[in-house]
């Protein structure tokens, strides 16, 4: 999305224990923040200090929000199919499980 980023992800263990959603979140920001910066030329804050981060505990929260995050270029707009948004990617297992309907991918719903 031009003005935000979904993000669907499962924290890896280490032998200190899981990282955790700030830690993970505080990398991309980072990382993400400077290079964008350095591609546009522009100093400062890219990213909000506030995110909206959510911990999902069950399968049928995690399907319901792929299918979100997948509509969410259709409903602004971006394109008709959300296999067509340039700036999805995925790397799952389970993606294929993962099916828009025509009624799930069209704008306003």
Do not use: C
Request: hydrophobic share 35%; no cysteine.
């Amino acid at each position: 999305m031009p003005d935000h980023v979904h993000l669907a992800l499962v924290p890896v263990s280490t032998p200190d224990g899981t990282v955790s959603l700030p830690e993970i979140l505080q990398v991309i920001k980072g990382t993400s923040s400077h290079r964008i910066n350095r591609e546009l030329g522009h100093r400062g804050a890219v990213w909000q200090q506030e995110s909206f981060d959510r911990a999902l505990r069950h399968e049928e929260q995690y399907e319901d929000k792929l299918l979100y995050m997948l509509a969410n270029p259709v409903r602004a707009g971006l394109v008709t199919n959300p296999q067509d948004y340039p700036w999805l990617w995925r790397k799952t297992s389970g993606w294929t499980r993962i099916q828009l309907t025509p009624r799930e991918s069209e704008p306003g719903k």
